[in-house]
Protein backbone atom coordinates (compact mmCIF):
# COMPACT_ATOMS: atom_id res chain seq x y z
CA UNK A 1 0.00 0.00 0.00
CA UNK A 2 1.16 3.58 -0.90
CA UNK A 3 2.25 5.78 2.36
CA UNK A 4 0.10 7.81 3.32
CA UNK A 5 0.02 10.91 5.25
CA UNK A 6 -3.71 12.37 6.64
CA UNK A 7 -4.09 14.81 3.30
CA UNK A 8 -3.39 11.84 1.03
CA UNK A 9 -5.17 9.63 2.89
CA UNK A 10 -8.44 11.91 2.65
CA UNK A 11 -7.75 12.22 -0.74
CA UNK A 12 -7.45 8.18 -1.27
CA UNK A 13 -11.39 8.23 0.54
CA UNK A 14 -12.96 10.92 -1.20
CA UNK A 15 -15.11 8.59 -2.37
CA UNK A 16 -16.66 7.80 0.95
CA UNK A 17 -18.34 11.34 1.09
CA UNK A 18 -19.82 11.07 -2.58
CA UNK A 19 -21.43 7.88 -1.16
CA UNK A 20 -22.58 9.18 1.63
CA UNK A 21 -24.28 12.12 -0.16
CA UNK A 22 -22.18 14.92 1.03
CA UNK A 23 -21.59 18.04 -1.21
CA UNK A 24 -19.23 19.71 1.00
CA UNK A 25 -16.35 18.89 3.36
CA UNK A 26 -14.47 21.16 6.67
CA UNK A 27 -11.40 20.46 7.46
CA UNK A 28 -9.89 21.59 10.82
CA UNK A 29 -7.06 23.43 10.63
CA UNK A 30 -3.80 21.47 8.45
CA UNK A 31 -1.73 24.45 9.06
CA UNK A 32 1.54 24.29 10.53
CA UNK A 33 1.26 23.99 14.45
CA UNK A 34 2.71 23.41 17.90
CA UNK A 35 -0.49 21.29 18.00
CA UNK A 36 -1.31 22.00 21.53
CA UNK A 37 -4.57 22.60 20.64
CA UNK A 38 -4.41 20.11 17.58
CA UNK A 39 -3.93 23.13 14.91
CA UNK A 40 -5.77 25.80 16.50
CA UNK A 41 -2.88 27.18 17.16
CA UNK A 42 -1.33 28.09 14.18
CA UNK A 43 2.16 29.14 13.58
CA UNK A 44 1.77 29.41 9.94
CA UNK A 45 -0.85 30.47 8.50
CA UNK A 46 0.81 29.84 4.98
CA UNK A 47 1.79 26.26 5.05
CA UNK A 48 0.44 22.94 6.08
CA UNK A 49 1.33 21.08 9.08
CA UNK A 50 4.24 18.74 7.85
CA UNK A 51 2.48 15.96 9.43
CA UNK A 52 0.00 16.17 7.68
CA UNK A 53 1.50 16.23 4.13
CA UNK A 54 2.58 19.09 1.67
CA UNK A 55 1.14 21.91 -0.30
CA UNK A 56 1.65 19.86 -3.45
CA UNK A 57 -1.02 16.92 -1.07
CA UNK A 58 -3.58 19.62 -0.42
CA UNK A 59 -3.84 20.92 -4.06
CA UNK A 60 -4.11 17.39 -5.04
CA UNK A 61 -7.01 16.96 -2.56
CA UNK A 62 -8.56 20.01 -4.03
CA UNK A 63 -8.46 19.11 -7.63
CA UNK A 64 -9.37 15.23 -6.79
CA UNK A 65 -12.35 16.72 -4.75
CA UNK A 66 -13.27 19.08 -7.50
CA UNK A 67 -13.83 16.44 -9.57
CA UNK A 68 -15.86 14.60 -7.64
CA UNK A 69 -18.58 17.67 -7.19
CA UNK A 70 -16.92 18.34 -3.84
CA UNK A 71 -17.00 21.75 -1.62
CA UNK A 72 -13.62 21.78 0.41
CA UNK A 73 -14.07 24.05 3.45
CA UNK A 74 -10.59 25.39 5.34
CA UNK A 75 -10.57 26.41 9.10
CA UNK A 76 -10.05 30.41 9.50
CA UNK A 77 -8.39 30.77 12.48
CA UNK A 78 -8.67 34.72 13.44
CA UNK A 79 -9.09 35.02 16.85
CA UNK A 80 -5.16 34.17 17.75
CA UNK A 81 -2.17 32.63 16.88
CA UNK A 82 0.68 30.70 18.20
CA UNK A 83 2.91 32.18 20.48
CA UNK A 84 5.89 30.33 17.61
CA UNK A 85 4.56 32.04 14.92
CA UNK A 86 6.72 34.78 13.76
CA UNK A 87 4.25 37.31 14.58
CA UNK A 88 4.09 36.45 17.66
CA UNK A 89 7.86 36.29 18.43
CA UNK A 90 8.21 40.14 16.48
CA UNK A 91 5.52 41.32 18.42
CA UNK A 92 7.52 40.04 21.52
CA UNK A 93 10.71 41.17 20.75
CA UNK A 94 8.88 44.77 20.01
CA UNK A 95 9.43 44.77 16.09
CA UNK A 96 7.70 48.12 15.17
CA UNK A 97 5.50 46.39 12.32
CA UNK A 98 4.36 44.07 14.90
CA UNK A 99 4.65 45.72 18.09
CA UNK A 100 0.52 45.83 18.48
CA UNK A 101 -0.05 42.35 16.68
CA UNK A 102 -1.17 41.14 19.88
CA UNK A 103 -3.31 42.59 22.87
CA UNK A 104 -0.35 43.99 25.22
CA UNK A 105 -0.78 45.35 28.50
CA UNK A 106 1.24 46.43 31.74
CA UNK A 107 0.21 45.24 34.50
CA UNK A 108 -2.52 46.27 36.73
CA UNK A 109 -0.35 46.75 39.99
CA UNK A 110 3.18 45.68 40.63
CA UNK A 111 4.65 45.10 44.50
CA UNK A 112 7.14 47.69 44.95
CA UNK A 113 9.24 45.61 47.26
CA UNK A 114 9.38 42.90 44.85
CA UNK A 115 8.61 43.64 41.08
CA UNK A 116 8.09 39.63 40.34
CA UNK A 117 4.90 39.98 42.41
CA UNK A 118 2.77 41.80 40.23
CA UNK A 119 -1.22 41.73 39.46
CA UNK A 120 -2.68 40.75 35.24
CA UNK A 121 -4.48 43.98 33.32
CA UNK A 122 -8.09 42.18 34.45
CA UNK A 123 -9.59 39.18 36.02
CA UNK A 124 -9.94 37.69 32.75
CA UNK A 125 -10.66 33.88 32.75
CA UNK A 126 -9.12 31.70 29.80
CA UNK A 127 -11.94 29.23 28.23
CA UNK A 128 -8.95 26.64 29.67
CA UNK A 129 -8.79 27.73 32.54
CA UNK A 130 -6.78 30.03 34.41
CA UNK A 131 -6.01 33.76 34.00
CA UNK A 132 -6.15 34.87 30.65
CA UNK A 133 -3.39 37.06 30.69
CA UNK A 134 0.15 35.58 30.68
CA UNK A 135 3.32 37.82 31.59
CA UNK A 136 6.02 37.41 28.87
CA UNK A 137 9.56 38.29 30.62
CA UNK A 138 11.10 39.25 26.99
CA UNK A 139 8.46 41.77 26.58
CA UNK A 140 7.81 42.73 29.98
CA UNK A 141 3.93 43.24 29.41
CA UNK A 142 1.35 40.98 29.88
CA UNK A 143 -0.52 39.14 26.75
CA UNK A 144 -4.11 38.26 26.38
CA UNK A 145 -5.10 34.28 25.53
CA UNK A 146 -8.77 33.88 25.48
CA UNK A 147 -7.76 29.37 24.92
CA UNK A 148 -4.31 28.08 25.76
CA UNK A 149 -1.05 29.93 26.86
CA UNK A 150 0.16 29.61 24.01
CA UNK A 151 -2.63 30.95 21.49
CA UNK A 152 -2.05 34.77 21.71
CA UNK A 153 -4.98 36.59 20.80
CA UNK A 154 -4.52 39.29 18.07
CA UNK A 155 -5.33 42.75 18.47
CA UNK A 156 -8.18 43.14 16.07
CA UNK A 157 -7.94 47.09 16.52
CA UNK A 158 -5.15 47.00 14.63
CA UNK A 159 -6.00 48.10 10.90
CA UNK A 160 -2.36 46.08 10.01
CA UNK A 161 -3.52 42.64 11.84
CA UNK A 162 -7.40 43.16 10.14
CA UNK A 163 -5.40 43.36 6.54
CA UNK A 164 -3.28 40.32 7.65
CA UNK A 165 -6.82 37.88 7.76
CA UNK A 166 -7.92 39.38 4.01
CA UNK A 167 -3.99 38.19 3.12
CA UNK A 168 -4.69 34.40 4.51
CA UNK A 169 -8.36 33.91 3.08
CA UNK A 170 -6.86 35.64 0.16
CA UNK A 171 -4.35 32.70 -0.58
CA UNK A 172 -6.26 29.79 0.25
CA UNK A 173 -9.43 30.88 -1.75
CA UNK A 174 -6.54 31.09 -4.65
CA UNK A 175 -4.99 28.11 -4.20
CA UNK A 176 -8.59 26.70 -5.00
CA UNK A 177 -10.45 26.44 -1.08
CA UNK A 178 -14.16 27.04 -1.32
CA UNK A 179 -14.71 28.58 1.73
CA UNK A 180 -13.63 28.95 5.39
CA UNK A 181 -15.03 28.05 8.51
CA UNK A 182 -14.65 30.54 10.78
CA UNK A 183 -13.91 29.90 14.40
CA UNK A 184 -14.27 31.32 17.78
CA UNK A 185 -15.55 34.31 16.36
CA UNK A 186 -17.46 35.53 19.94
CA UNK A 187 -13.86 35.82 21.64
CA UNK A 188 -12.34 37.94 18.62
CA UNK A 189 -12.87 41.49 20.34
CA UNK A 190 -12.70 42.70 24.30
CA UNK A 191 -13.49 45.31 25.87
CA UNK A 192 -10.45 48.34 25.70
CA UNK A 193 -9.22 50.45 28.76
CA UNK A 194 -10.44 54.26 26.46
CA UNK A 195 -13.68 52.98 27.29
CA UNK A 196 -13.33 51.71 31.59
CA UNK A 197 -10.78 54.95 32.91
CA UNK A 198 -7.92 53.66 30.84
CA UNK A 199 -7.85 50.12 32.39
CA UNK A 200 -9.33 47.05 31.15
CA UNK A 201 -12.68 46.46 33.23
CA UNK A 202 -12.84 43.54 35.31
CA UNK A 203 -15.74 40.53 34.08
CA UNK A 204 -18.45 40.94 36.98
CA UNK A 205 -18.49 37.80 39.18
CA UNK A 206 -21.08 35.18 38.27
CA UNK A 207 -21.40 34.33 42.54
CA UNK A 208 -21.58 30.77 41.86
CA UNK A 209 -19.93 29.25 44.48
CA UNK A 210 -18.52 25.45 43.24
CA UNK A 211 -15.84 28.34 40.76
CA UNK A 212 -12.70 29.44 42.18
CA UNK A 213 -11.50 32.39 40.58
CA UNK A 214 -8.51 30.67 37.92
CA UNK A 215 -11.78 28.53 36.67
CA UNK A 216 -14.28 29.46 33.66
CA UNK A 217 -17.55 30.02 35.70
CA UNK A 218 -16.32 32.27 38.22
CA UNK A 219 -16.85 35.47 35.80
CA UNK A 220 -19.45 36.64 33.31
CA UNK A 221 -17.98 37.27 30.63
CA UNK A 222 -19.43 40.75 29.28
CA UNK A 223 -15.91 42.45 28.39
CA UNK A 224 -14.43 38.95 27.01
CA UNK A 225 -17.37 37.42 25.03
CA UNK A 226 -20.14 38.32 22.11
CA UNK A 227 -18.81 42.39 22.08
CA UNK A 228 -20.93 44.36 19.66
CA UNK A 229 -17.74 45.78 17.82
CA UNK A 230 -16.87 42.03 16.25
CA UNK A 231 -19.41 42.39 14.04
CA UNK A 232 -18.49 44.64 11.77
CA UNK A 233 -15.16 42.85 11.20
CA UNK A 234 -17.28 39.52 10.21
CA UNK A 235 -19.38 41.65 7.87
CA UNK A 236 -15.79 42.75 6.21
CA UNK A 237 -14.90 39.59 5.78
CA UNK A 238 -18.42 38.65 3.58
CA UNK A 239 -17.31 41.82 1.48
CA UNK A 240 -14.03 40.39 0.45
CA UNK A 241 -15.39 37.07 -0.17
CA UNK A 242 -18.48 38.34 -1.88
CA UNK A 243 -16.10 40.66 -3.69
CA UNK A 244 -13.76 37.62 -4.56
CA UNK A 245 -16.75 35.44 -5.72
CA UNK A 246 -17.26 38.33 -8.38
CA UNK A 247 -13.71 38.81 -9.50
CA UNK A 248 -13.23 35.02 -9.82
CA UNK A 249 -16.73 33.60 -10.80
CA UNK A 250 -17.14 29.84 -10.36
CA UNK A 251 -19.08 28.16 -7.57
CA UNK A 252 -19.39 30.89 -4.47
CA UNK A 253 -16.88 30.63 -2.20
CA UNK A 254 -19.12 30.55 1.49
CA UNK A 255 -18.09 31.73 5.12
CA UNK A 256 -19.62 29.38 7.86
CA UNK A 257 -19.43 31.33 11.34
CA UNK A 258 -18.65 29.35 14.29
CA UNK A 259 -19.72 30.89 17.95
CA UNK A 260 -21.24 29.67 21.07
CA UNK A 261 -24.12 32.47 21.84
CA UNK A 262 -27.75 33.44 22.63
CA UNK A 263 -29.89 33.40 20.29
CA UNK A 264 -30.06 37.14 19.81
CA UNK A 265 -26.49 37.41 19.22
CA UNK A 266 -25.52 34.15 17.16
CA UNK A 267 -28.38 35.70 15.20
CA UNK A 268 -26.22 38.90 14.43
CA UNK A 269 -23.57 36.76 12.83
CA UNK A 270 -26.24 36.52 9.31
CA UNK A 271 -26.56 40.06 9.55
CA UNK A 272 -28.24 43.03 11.01
CA UNK A 273 -30.97 45.30 10.07
CA UNK A 274 -28.74 48.30 8.67
CA UNK A 275 -28.02 45.79 5.80
CA UNK A 276 -24.77 44.81 6.44
CA UNK A 277 -24.35 40.76 5.88
CA UNK A 278 -21.76 38.47 7.41
CA UNK A 279 -21.37 34.79 7.05
CA UNK A 280 -23.52 32.53 4.39
CA UNK A 281 -24.67 31.09 7.89
CA UNK A 282 -24.26 30.26 12.10
CA UNK A 283 -23.60 27.01 12.79
CA UNK A 284 -26.84 26.32 14.52
CA UNK A 285 -25.70 24.60 17.97
CA UNK A 286 -29.59 24.46 19.28
CA UNK A 287 -29.16 20.23 19.02
CA UNK A 288 -25.32 20.17 21.12
CA UNK A 289 -26.47 22.47 23.26
CA UNK A 290 -30.17 22.52 24.11
CA UNK A 291 -31.32 19.06 23.27
CA UNK A 292 -30.49 15.68 24.60
CA UNK A 293 -31.32 12.39 25.57
CA UNK A 294 -33.70 13.69 28.74
CA UNK A 295 -35.28 15.94 25.94
CA UNK A 296 -39.06 15.42 25.00
CA UNK A 297 -40.78 15.87 21.72
CA UNK A 298 -41.98 19.47 22.86
CA UNK A 299 -38.13 20.30 23.52
CA UNK A 300 -37.54 18.95 19.91
CA UNK A 301 -40.14 20.80 18.31
CA UNK A 302 -39.21 24.13 20.25
CA UNK A 303 -35.64 24.05 19.54
CA UNK A 304 -35.98 23.80 16.25
CA UNK A 305 -38.73 26.44 15.48
CA UNK A 306 -37.19 28.88 17.78
CA UNK A 307 -33.72 28.96 15.35
CA UNK A 308 -36.25 29.49 12.39
CA UNK A 309 -38.26 32.27 13.93
CA UNK A 310 -35.32 34.11 14.77
CA UNK A 311 -33.29 33.77 11.53
CA UNK A 312 -33.52 36.76 9.39
CA UNK A 313 -35.28 36.66 6.01
CA UNK A 314 -33.61 34.88 3.29
CA UNK A 315 -31.30 33.40 5.98
CA UNK A 316 -30.27 29.71 5.50
CA UNK A 317 -30.93 27.76 8.39
CA UNK A 318 -28.54 24.73 9.32
CA UNK A 319 -28.26 21.83 12.26
CA UNK A 320 -25.61 20.49 13.69
CA UNK A 321 -25.72 17.36 15.34
CA UNK A 322 -22.21 17.43 16.60
CA UNK A 323 -18.52 18.61 16.44
CA UNK A 324 -14.83 17.89 17.39
CA UNK A 325 -15.63 20.33 20.63
CA UNK A 326 -18.42 17.87 21.90
CA UNK A 327 -19.55 14.17 22.77
CA UNK A 328 -20.56 12.42 19.91
CA UNK A 329 -24.35 12.65 18.90
CA UNK A 330 -25.76 9.29 19.99
CA UNK A 331 -23.76 9.50 23.10
CA UNK A 332 -25.67 12.69 24.26
CA UNK A 333 -28.64 11.31 23.38
CA UNK A 334 -29.63 7.39 23.17
CA UNK A 335 -27.98 5.05 21.04
CA UNK A 336 -31.25 4.31 18.90
CA UNK A 337 -32.01 7.49 18.40
CA UNK A 338 -29.53 7.67 15.74
CA UNK A 339 -31.45 7.70 12.84
CA UNK A 340 -34.14 9.61 13.87
CA UNK A 341 -31.51 12.57 14.43
CA UNK A 342 -29.92 12.18 10.66
CA UNK A 343 -33.44 12.54 9.65
CA UNK A 344 -34.31 15.13 11.52
CA UNK A 345 -30.78 17.17 10.01
CA UNK A 346 -32.15 15.96 6.26
CA UNK A 347 -35.39 16.37 6.24
CA UNK A 348 -35.40 19.76 7.75
CA UNK A 349 -34.69 22.79 5.52
CA UNK A 350 -31.21 24.38 5.01
CA UNK A 351 -28.18 23.03 5.52
CA UNK A 352 -27.28 19.52 7.30
CA UNK A 353 -24.18 19.70 8.95
CA UNK A 354 -22.56 16.32 9.94
CA UNK A 355 -19.53 15.55 12.08
CA UNK A 356 -17.78 12.85 10.52
CA UNK A 357 -19.06 9.40 12.16
CA UNK A 358 -22.53 10.71 12.59
CA UNK A 359 -23.23 8.65 9.25
CA UNK A 360 -22.75 5.43 11.13
CA UNK A 361 -23.75 5.99 14.73
CA UNK A 362 -20.24 6.26 15.83
CA UNK A 363 -20.43 7.00 19.77
CA UNK A 364 -17.64 8.65 22.32
CA UNK A 365 -14.56 6.41 22.90
CA UNK A 366 -13.02 5.76 25.45
CA UNK A 367 -9.70 7.72 26.65
CA UNK A 368 -8.17 7.15 29.92
CA UNK A 369 -5.98 9.90 31.68
CA UNK A 370 -2.76 8.44 30.70
CA UNK A 371 -3.59 8.67 26.81
CA UNK A 372 -5.33 11.96 27.06
CA UNK A 373 -4.20 14.83 25.18
CA UNK A 374 -6.70 17.51 24.79
CA UNK A 375 -5.20 20.78 26.52
CA UNK A 376 -9.01 21.97 27.44
CA UNK A 377 -9.00 18.27 29.87
CA UNK A 378 -5.58 18.76 30.81
CA UNK A 379 -5.81 21.92 32.14
CA UNK A 380 -9.14 22.34 33.86
CA UNK A 381 -9.47 18.38 34.31
CA UNK A 382 -7.07 15.80 36.81
CA UNK A 383 -7.37 12.04 36.88
CA UNK A 384 -10.89 12.41 38.12
CA UNK A 385 -12.92 15.05 36.61
CA UNK A 386 -11.11 15.17 32.99
CA UNK A 387 -14.01 13.63 31.70
CA UNK A 388 -16.48 16.57 31.96
CA UNK A 389 -13.79 18.64 30.06
CA UNK A 390 -11.82 16.35 27.21
CA UNK A 391 -12.73 16.82 23.59
CA UNK A 392 -10.74 13.69 22.94
CA UNK A 393 -13.46 10.69 22.95
CA UNK A 394 -15.37 12.50 20.13
CA UNK A 395 -11.64 12.53 18.16
CA UNK A 396 -10.82 8.91 18.00
CA UNK A 397 -10.08 7.88 14.60
CA UNK A 398 -13.24 7.24 12.14
CA UNK A 399 -14.38 3.21 11.76
CA UNK A 400 -13.34 2.23 8.62
CA UNK A 401 -13.37 -1.64 8.87
CA UNK A 402 -12.64 -3.88 11.34
CA UNK A 403 -8.81 -4.41 10.56
CA UNK A 404 -6.30 -3.20 12.40
CA UNK A 405 -6.94 0.46 14.14
CA UNK A 406 -10.16 0.18 12.11
CA UNK A 407 -8.49 0.82 8.89
CA UNK A 408 -7.97 4.30 10.14
CA UNK A 409 -3.90 3.46 10.17
CA UNK A 410 -2.03 0.57 9.48
CA UNK A 411 -0.20 1.22 13.17
CA UNK A 412 -1.01 -0.96 16.52
CA UNK A 413 -1.36 2.77 17.72
CA UNK A 414 -3.35 5.95 16.94
CA UNK A 415 -2.98 9.78 18.20
CA UNK A 416 -5.99 9.02 20.31
CA UNK A 417 -6.65 4.84 20.62
CA UNK A 418 -9.62 3.83 18.28
CA UNK A 419 -12.78 3.39 20.14
CA UNK A 420 -13.25 -0.37 21.53
CA UNK A 421 -16.79 -1.05 19.69
CA UNK A 422 -15.21 -0.82 16.20
CA UNK A 423 -15.61 -4.17 15.09
CA UNK A 424 -19.16 -3.71 15.72
CA UNK A 425 -19.72 -0.06 14.13
CA UNK A 426 -17.77 0.32 11.62
CA UNK A 427 -18.68 1.80 7.38
CA UNK A 428 -17.47 -1.68 5.96
CA UNK A 429 -19.79 -4.10 8.16
CA UNK A 430 -22.67 -1.12 7.32
CA UNK A 431 -22.29 -1.08 3.92
CA UNK A 432 -22.69 -5.13 3.80
CA UNK A 433 -25.60 -5.26 6.08
CA UNK A 434 -29.07 -5.28 4.62
CA UNK A 435 -30.15 -2.45 7.11
CA UNK A 436 -27.66 -0.40 8.85
CA UNK A 437 -27.19 3.93 9.78
CA UNK A 438 -24.82 4.59 6.69
CA UNK A 439 -27.97 3.05 4.41
CA UNK A 440 -30.47 5.00 6.42
CA UNK A 441 -28.17 8.28 5.92
CA UNK A 442 -27.70 7.28 1.89
CA UNK A 443 -31.42 7.24 1.95
CA UNK A 444 -31.93 10.52 3.52
CA UNK A 445 -29.30 12.52 1.56
CA UNK A 446 -30.48 10.88 -1.71
CA UNK A 447 -33.93 12.42 -0.72
CA UNK A 448 -32.84 16.07 -0.16
CA UNK A 449 -32.14 16.22 -4.09
CA UNK A 450 -36.37 15.98 -4.14
CA UNK A 451 -37.38 19.38 -5.01
CA UNK A 452 -40.37 19.06 -2.00
CA UNK A 453 -36.92 19.37 0.39
CA UNK A 454 -34.70 21.66 -1.28
CA UNK A 455 -38.21 24.02 -1.95
CA UNK A 456 -40.81 23.09 0.07
CA UNK A 457 -42.57 24.31 3.18
CA UNK A 458 -42.13 22.95 6.69
CA UNK A 459 -44.56 21.69 9.58
CA UNK A 460 -43.33 21.07 12.64
CA UNK A 461 -45.62 19.47 15.77
CA UNK A 462 -45.60 17.78 19.00
CA UNK A 463 -48.05 14.82 18.91
CA UNK A 464 -47.27 14.45 22.25
CA UNK A 465 -44.68 15.08 24.70
CA UNK A 466 -43.01 11.91 22.93
CA UNK A 467 -43.19 12.10 19.69
CA UNK A 468 -43.25 14.39 16.68
CA UNK A 469 -43.82 15.10 13.35
CA UNK A 470 -42.20 17.04 10.16
CA UNK A 471 -43.63 17.81 7.15
CA UNK A 472 -42.06 18.77 3.89
CA UNK A 473 -44.48 19.51 1.36
CA UNK A 474 -44.82 21.34 -1.99
CA UNK A 475 -47.86 21.70 -4.07
CA UNK A 476 -47.52 19.24 -7.10
CA UNK A 477 -44.81 17.24 -5.61
CA UNK A 478 -45.15 14.57 -3.26
CA UNK A 479 -45.17 15.02 0.55
CA UNK A 480 -42.41 13.82 2.82
CA UNK A 481 -43.22 12.95 6.71
CA UNK A 482 -40.89 11.98 9.43
CA UNK A 483 -42.62 10.62 12.70
CA UNK A 484 -40.24 10.18 15.12
CA UNK A 485 -41.11 8.70 18.90
CA UNK A 486 -37.83 10.44 21.28
CA UNK A 487 -39.63 8.98 24.27
CA UNK A 488 -38.69 5.77 26.11
CA UNK A 489 -41.87 3.89 25.30
CA UNK A 490 -44.37 3.28 22.87
CA UNK A 491 -46.22 5.93 21.56
CA UNK A 492 -49.65 5.90 19.16
CA UNK A 493 -49.79 8.91 16.79
CA UNK A 494 -52.99 9.59 15.25
CA UNK A 495 -52.01 10.61 11.37
CA UNK A 496 -54.92 12.75 10.50
CA UNK A 497 -53.26 15.49 13.25
CA UNK A 498 -50.46 15.65 10.17
CA UNK A 499 -51.02 18.47 7.85
CA UNK A 500 -50.77 17.78 3.99
CA UNK A 501 -50.65 13.80 4.67
CA UNK A 502 -53.28 11.61 2.88
CA UNK A 503 -53.24 8.03 3.50
CA UNK A 504 -52.37 5.70 2.05
CA UNK A 505 -48.64 6.96 2.39
CA UNK A 506 -45.40 4.47 1.94
CA UNK A 507 -42.93 3.79 4.15
CA UNK A 508 -39.35 6.11 2.91
CA UNK A 509 -37.07 5.35 5.08
CA UNK A 510 -37.19 3.45 8.58
CA UNK A 511 -34.99 3.12 11.70
CA UNK A 512 -33.08 0.37 11.88
CA UNK A 513 -34.63 -0.69 15.16
CA UNK A 514 -38.22 -0.62 13.07
CA UNK A 515 -40.51 -3.44 12.47
CA UNK A 516 -41.29 -1.35 9.11
CA UNK A 517 -39.50 -1.49 5.72
CA UNK A 518 -38.81 0.73 2.88
CA UNK A 519 -41.83 0.32 1.07
CA UNK A 520 -44.41 -0.79 3.60
CA UNK A 521 -47.95 0.89 2.99
CA UNK A 522 -49.45 2.98 5.94
CA UNK A 523 -53.42 3.03 5.63
CA UNK A 524 -54.44 3.15 9.46
CA UNK A 525 -54.56 6.59 10.74
CA UNK A 526 -53.75 4.99 13.94
CA UNK A 527 -49.68 4.07 14.08
CA UNK A 528 -47.72 2.90 16.96
CA UNK A 529 -44.06 4.28 17.02
CA UNK A 530 -41.49 2.33 19.53
CA UNK A 531 -39.19 4.38 21.63
CA UNK A 532 -36.58 5.65 19.68
CA UNK A 533 -38.46 4.57 16.18
CA UNK A 534 -38.52 6.70 12.87
CA UNK A 535 -40.17 6.62 10.16
CA UNK A 536 -40.21 8.96 6.83
CA UNK A 537 -43.30 8.12 5.29
CA UNK A 538 -43.54 9.50 1.38
CA UNK A 539 -47.35 10.62 0.14
CA UNK A 540 -48.96 11.84 -3.19
CA UNK A 541 -49.22 15.31 -3.12
CA UNK A 542 -52.79 16.95 -1.73
C1 LIG B 1 -14.05 25.86 18.86
C2 LIG B 1 -12.58 25.72 18.69
C3 LIG B 1 -11.89 24.69 19.54
C4 LIG B 1 -10.55 25.30 19.74
C5 LIG B 1 -10.92 26.74 19.94
C6 LIG B 1 -9.83 27.72 19.76
O1 LIG B 1 -14.48 26.37 20.03
O2 LIG B 1 -12.46 25.39 17.34
O3 LIG B 1 -11.80 23.42 18.97
O4 LIG B 1 -9.97 24.70 20.83
O5 LIG B 1 -11.96 26.95 19.04
O6 LIG B 1 -9.39 27.86 18.43
MG1 LIG C 1 -2.85 32.68 31.52
CA1 LIG D 1 -9.87 38.02 21.01
Known sequence: MMDLNLITGITSQLEHFVEAGVDAIWMSPIFTSPMVDFGYDISDFYDIHYEYGTMEDFKELLTRAHELGLKVLLDFVPNHASTE???????????????????????????????????????????????AWEWSEARQQYYLHQFAVVQADFNFRNQVVKNEMFNIMKFWLDIGADGFRVDALPYLMEARPEDHNGSYPDDPLSGLAQFESHQLGYTIPLYTKDLIDLYPI????????????KEHGGNTRVLFSE??????????????????????????????????AESNARDFVYTILR??????????????FGNHDNNRMPTRFRHDMVDGLNAINMLLPGVAVTYQGEEIGMRDGYVS????????????????????????????PFHWDDTTSAGFSTNLTTWLPVAEDYTEI?????????????KVYQALTKLRKEKTLSHGEY???????????????????????????????SDTVSLSRVTHLTLPATVYVSSINSTRLAGDVISENALTLASGEALVLKAPPT
Do not use: C
Not at 429 to 438: A, N, P, T
Not at 468 to 482: E, G, N
Open 307 to 320: WLTYMPYGGVANWV
Open 426 to 438: NLKKQMEDSRSHF
Open 369 to 396: WEDTVDVEAINRGDNETYMLYSRDPART
Open 234 to 245: VYEWRDFVDEYN
Open 259 to 292: GYANVTMTMLYYGNEQGDIGAHFPFNFDFVTDLN
Open 459 to 489: DIRAFSDQSFFLVRSLRTYDTYVLLFNVGLA
Open 85 to 131: SEYFKKSEAGDPEYKDYFMWADPLWVDPENETNRRPPSNWVSQFGGS
